[in-house]
């Protein structure tokens, strides 16, 4: 079954430390991975995705996020983050049999000063 | 960037009642729209993907006649949650993506809609 797996629902840190979100997704011959964001009363934005090509994907915000095939995985991650980072974040995978979007059930990221 | 409204942000309602969500692309057209839903602190689960013009495709385990679809243009889609009961209580989260675009598009979410049906 095609599925998104998203290890940590809250994870804390503090403010300007490292952090990476896990996900890893079921397998398949070929997928697109998302990371998309939820600031509070939002609605979902798009922070990165990978498609084909580099396994290093950078995307807004500072983010940045590594496809790993043989693992199966697409972690998030950002060197410093801020108090603003403070969102649910959600990795997302889209096989090429299908047109939808499969979420993961999110993480929350809470930055302490 | 592209931007999608929903319509009402919040409804409360009692039971037994209906309620329309609308689901808005503001500056761009949109074949395809996306209903998801959201309970508390869990992913957004996928209802329905409609299509302009056509009828949508409800994902398993959703009720159809419960969940009313309709997207009769480019801009607009609407779901209609039918007597509702407590149980519907959730977050509606709607999503577009622009004509002629594949999977790997970006979908543009709109801002959700709680509904309380007390």
């Known amino acids: 079954a095609q599925s998104v797996t998203q290890l940590d629902s809250q994870v804390p840190v503090f403010e300007e430390a490292p952090v990476e979100l896990r996900c890893n997704y079921s397998?398949?011959?070929?997928?697109?991975l998302f990371w998309y964001v939820q600031y509070p009363n939002q609605g979902l934005q798009l922070l990165l995705k990978?498609?084909?090509?580099?396994?290093l994907v950078k995307g807004i915000n500072g983010f940045e996020a590594e496809f790993n095939k043989s693992q199966t995985s697409f972690h998030l991650r950002k060197p410093s983050v801020h108090i603003s980072d403070t969102a649910e974040y959600f990795c997302?995978?889209?096989?090429?049999?299908?047109?939808?979007?499969?979420f993961g059930s999110g993480t929350r990221l809470s930055i302490r000063p | 960037g592209a931007v999608v409204s929903q319509h009402p942000s919040w409804v409360i309602c009692k039971s037994g009642t209906s309620v329309k969500i609308e689901c808005r692309s503001l500056?761009?057209?949109?074949?395809?729209m996306f209903w998801y839903r959201q309970f508390p602190k869990q992913s957004l689960m996928l209802m329905a993907t409609?299509?302009?013009?056509?009828?949508?495709?409800?994902e398993q385990g959703v009720e159809k006649d419960k969940f009313l679809i309709n997207h009769a243009s480019l801009t607009l889609s609407t779901l209609t949650v039918t007597s509702a009961h407590p149980e519907d209580s959730s977050f509606y989260i709607c999503?577009?993506?622009?004509?002629?675009?594949?999977?790997?598009?970006?979908?543009?979410f709109g801002p959700g809609t709680r509904l309380t049906v007390l």
């Open positions: 990978y498609l084909s090509g580099s396994t």
């Open positions: 409609s299509n302009e013009g056509s009828k949508a495709t409800y």
């Open positions: 997302a995978v889209s096989y090429s049999s299908a047109s939808k979007i499969i």
């Open positions: 500056d761009f057209q949109a074949t395809t």
């Open positions: 999503s577009a993506r622009a004509p002629g675009t594949g999977v790997t598009d970006t979908q543009y």
């Open positions: 397998s398949s011959v070929s997928v697109y």
